[in-house]
């Protein structure tokens, strides 16, 4: 498998922060936006923004910006989506995805879900962390991980048969990686999770306080 490219998903309504890019705010004196592509640049090849709107608003970032190709917002998938187009104009054969709020990320994630994939056929791969006692508890039981659907390894040749799926209406990420055999990388959740992200204003100032 070649490096991946790396694409950006920055298309949710942060509708609990007030609504805008959640990836503009401002974490220690530098954009959460800024945070995320200091962390991924040096795991990936390349990389591009999945966002809606206009595009201007990401120039100081240096990246392409690439819209959703599926109308209406249909959640994280058709960001992704996005992002296979994208790869395969590039020729690239993967991408990782990573959220725009989320600046703690593993700084191995990819070489993580690039090992999970080893000898798979489409590599196909989710993050998880380990749930803690009470996660466990509230979820009666079931799973003993929590998968991170907005950080993952996505293959190319799957990108078709996504873009039918959410043509058919699918929006739920695990259901389309289950459906393909999609496997689980997992990170250590200690002393924090790596994949917390900021939905709040309450996130925001737990995040200072990470910093």
Request: glycine letters at 10%.
């Given at each position: ?138 979820s009666g039981g079931k799973g003993r991980v929590n998968r991170h659907p907005t950080f993952g390894l996505w293959p190319v040749a799957l990108r078709d048969d ?50």
């Open positions: 498998m070649t490096q991946p490219l790396g694409v950006i998903l920055a298309g949710g309504l942060a509708t609990r922060m007030g609504g805008g890019d959640k990836g503009l705010l401002s974490l220690g004196g530098q954009s959460l936006m800024a945070r995320v592509i200091d962390r991924l640049s040096p795991q990936v090849r390349q990389m591009a923004l999945n966002a809606n709107g206009d595009g201007a608003r990401f120039d100081d970032f240096g990246l392409p910006v690439i819209p959703d190709s599926i109308d209406g917002f249909a959640g994280p998938l058709a960001g992704v989506l996005a992002g296979l187009d994208w790869a395969a104009e590039q020729g690239a054969d993967t991408i990782v995805t990573v959220a725009a709020d989320t600046p703690f990320f593993p700084t191995d994630l990819v070489e993580q879900l690039v090992a999970a994939a080893e000898e798979q056929r489409t590599p196909l791969v989710l993050a998880t962390t380990p749930k803690s006692g009470d996660e466990i508890l509230k996504l873009r039918a799926a959410l043509q058919d209406g699918l929006r739920k990420v695990v259901l389309w990686t289950d459906r393909h055999d999609g496997r689980e990388a997992l990170f250590d959740a200690e002393p924090f999770d790596p994949f917390f992200n900021v939905n709040t204003p309450e996130d925001l100032a737990r995040a200072e306080a990470l910093l």
